[in-house]
Structures are given as C-alpha cells and as structure tokens.
C-alpha cells in the first residue's frame, strides 16, 4: 500500500520490533504545562504568524519525544482568498499497520482579540495530546500505530461551509481516504474543550458508535463514568471530516464551557484563558483516553 505527500512518511507500516508495550502514566500537570507553554503563543488564528510559530513549536516538542515529523502545509481558498495551513503530524510506529489517530485542532477563533488565549479551545486538548504523545512515546512499541495530530484551521471565519473552517482536518482524512488507509484505522480521537474546570464530557451524537462505547466503558472502568454523557445532538468539528470519509471517530468535548453550569459564555470571548482550567480535568481525559487506547489494540 502506497500513501501520498507527506502521509506517506507518516501511514507507512514501521519495521517490527520485539519490545512491547510499556506502561507508563498520564500526568494533568505536565498536560497544563503543555497547555500554558502553547498559550504563550496569543492568538494563533489560522494564516497568521502565531498559528505558524505554534505549529514549528509543536512539531519541536514531538521530535523531542523522538518522533518522526513533519509539518504539512497546504493552501485552500477561504473567505477571505487562499489561505495557508499548517498540519503539525507525528508517528510513533507499531508493530501491526493498524492506526490509531490522536487529534486537536491548535489554532484560535480570529478576530477576538489580539492576545485572545484560546486557553480551552484550543490550547487544552493540545496539552492533553501532547502529554499522551509523550505517554505513548515512552511505552515503546505497541500493537498498534499512532499518528499523533495538531490540525490548523479549525475555526471559520464567517460561517462554516466548504471552503471555511475544518481546513486541517478535511485535508488529512481526504490524505488518507485517497491513499486507501481508512479501512486501516482503528479510530480517529478528535479532543476539543477538554479543560473546564467543571468538566462534563459531552459527546456529540455524530461520532461513531463504536469508539463511544469504548469511551464510556474506559470511563466506567475508572470509576468516573457519571463525568461523561452523549449530548443533546450533533456538533460541527473536527471529526465530521474522518467520519464522513467512513472512519470510526469520536469527538471528546465539553461545550458548556462557561459562568455557571449548563453556559458557554466563556467559548470565543476574552474569558477563555488559563485560569478557567483544571489540571485535574486534564487528567481525567487523559486517563480515560489511554484507557480507551489501551482497549483498542
């Protein structure tokens, strides 16, 4: 099987190796340090300088981990004219060619302000993905391989359509649809808002059935279950691309981010900065996710 562009570096099955699968722990400290040093970079709006110095300090903190990179850059039309993206991707090899994808989107809603944080959305599911990539870095070969995955581009500009917002995670499934490695995907983790401080997982009724049982039953066998819910309905975001390209995907979101219970007053304003996380809430998606991870392979 032949993968194209830069998904070739990243899709192709690794040599095997003998070693298993070590264990290793997940860290919410280390995920909000992850959080705060990708924070300091305000705002990264898609097509600006800080989307772009966001993605050269991702793909330095995977290659730190030891994983092979690269930042795929492409351009798409957008409202306002043809824009440039950058997709920040890692491997970490496998001994089967089956793949788990591990994504976040890093880029923040334009026009907010001109140092609008993004704290939870993007900057908390980005901590959280790093810290599981250094989770899974440091157990050494698994069953399965990962591909680990900031995607630029999320956000739109005016309202969403084709040519605005899902930018990133539209070019990877179609990278990977056309290559003909979607019937090698296990699941497809997309993280967004995962950092509120009173966290309540709420997954959107478009994900995939299959990887949402094994959310909830990573949750059950950790006894945090009552923390994760299927929500009211479905949500536009970064896992609609994988699961219309017919991948298993799920969307691991809390959208009630905001002054009291049941808000989102806090989401694309001003007050989504650091002080409205938790650490704590970092850590119970990071345990869940790589409880599920373990499952699956």
Known sequence: ????????????????????????????????????????ISPRGAGGGGARRAAVQL?????????????????????????????VLGRLPGKTNRLIILAS???????????????????????????????LAKRGPCETEFMIAFLDG????????????????????????????????????????????NLNISVPRNSSREPVKELFYAAHELGIRPQFSIGPGDILDDHVPFLLARMPV????????????????????????LDKLSAKSLQTVGDVVLKMIDNLQ
Not at 17 to 39: I, Q, R, W
Not at 71 to 78: L, Q, R
Request: overall charge negative; some cysteine.
């Open 1 to 40: 099987m032949n993968f194209s562009n830069t998904c070739k570096v990243l899709l192709l099955s690794a040599i095997l190796v003998s070693a298993g699968c070590k264990p290793a722990s997940f860290d919410g400290t280390k995920a909000m340090a992850e959080t705060e040093a990708l924070v300091k």
């Open 154 to 197: 999320e956000e739109c500009r005016k309202e969403y359509g084709p040519h605005d917002g899902l930018h990133g995670s539209r070019h990877l499934a179609q990278q990977i649809y056309d290559a003909g490695g979607a019937k090698l995907v296990k699941a497809v983790i997309v993280l967004d808002m995962v950092g509120d401080k």
């Open 250 to 273: 799920i969307d691991v979101i809390d959208f009630n981010y905001g002054s009291a219970p049941g808000l989102n007053d806090y989401w694309h304003t001003t007050n989504d900065t």
């Open 59 to 87: 793909e330095s903190r995977l290659k730190a981990l030891g994983m092979k990179t690269t930042i795929d850059t492409f351009s798409e039309a957008t409202p306002n004219g043809k824009m440039h993206f950058n997709n």
């Open 105 to 135: 989107h890093f880029d923040t809603k334009s026009g907010i302000s001109k140092d609008f944080q993004g704290a939870n959305d993007s900057g908390s599911s980005s901590g959280v993905l790093m810290e599981l990539a250094r989770v």
